[in-house]
């Protein structure tokens, strides 16, 4: 059972360079989500989708896009990338009915450690 | 500005000692979750509570949702060392059903 799947584990960037993190998820979840973790710290919401063609900003978007063409995926992108982007990220995913979202279980990948230099 | 707070931000005791973490908000929300993660892997949900004033219980692991709805507690019975590791709350809030939030966690030790 793969789950939620994130590539690269590990990526370094140089100060400009752009990168996609992907994420892709088997388990046919409306909702996805990415979010990046400091050091010691919890995780804070980049960004979201609750469906298909749908995205919204979470608490830190500033210097990164998403895209949700297929249920299955969910890429980040950095365009410009800065020392302030060195974290680790983490996509997740899970499942709501239109009624709403109690209570659904989000599901993680195994994270992205990335180093911006 | 945290939307969920949670304390002590770190905590370091005994193997067989009992403890209380707090996650507390100004905000109501519709669910609250507690997640544990481990170092190098995402957090694995170990609870969700959704009305004001539930009480859960997994093993040795209490969770108690606040009357309003604003704050939960995760309290350990005996503490062994494989309880350690980092445990975190988050919350749906808003109109958004997207919009899941976590708190900064609190990173366990439990020593032998």
């Known amino acids: 059972n793969a789950g939620v799947t994130q590539t690269p584990k590990f990526r370094i960037l140089k100060i400009g360079q752009s990168m996609t993190l992907q994420c892709t998820q088997d388990?046919?979840?409306?909702?996805m989500y990415w979010y990046r973790q400091d050091p010691g710290m919890g995780l804070k919401l980049i960004y979201y989708?609750?469906?298909?063609?749908?995205?919204d900003k979470g608490e830190v978007p500033n210097g990164y896009n998403v895209s949700r063409s297929t249920t299955e995926d969910f890429p980040l992108r950095l365009e410009l990338a800065a020392p302030s982007q060195t974290s680790v990220y983490f996509c997740?995913?899970?499942?709501?009915?239109?009624?709403?979202?109690?209570?659904?279980?989000?599901?993680f990948g195994q994270g992205t450690r990335l180093t911006v230099v | 500005t945290q939307l969920l707070e949670q304390s002590p931000q770190f905590l370091s005791i005994q193997e067989g000692e009992n403890l209380t973490v707090y996650c507390n908000s100004s905000?109501?929300?519709?669910?609250l979750q507690w997640y544990r993660q481990e170092p190098g892997e995402g957090p694995v949900l170990l609870v969700t509570?959704?009305?004001?004033?539930e009480v859960k219980k997994l093993k040795r692991l209490t969770f108690q949702f606040g009357d309003a709805r604003k704050d939960s507690s995760l309290h350990i019975t005996a503490a062994q060392p494989g309880d350690t590791g980092l445990y975190l709350c988050?919350?749906?809030?808003?109109?958004?059903?997207?919009?899941?939030?976590f708190g900064k966690g609190t990173k366990l030790s439990v020593k032998p």
């Open positions: 509570v959704v009305t004001g004033g």
């Open positions: 997740a995913s899970s499942y709501s009915s239109r009624d709403g979202a109690k209570g659904t279980e989000a599901f």
């Open positions: 988050a919350g749906r809030y808003g109109g958004s059903q997207g919009n899941l939030i």
């Open positions: 989708s609750v469906g298909a063609g749908i995205t």
């Open positions: 388990m046919n979840h409306n909702y």
């Open positions: 905000s109501v929300f519709s669910s």
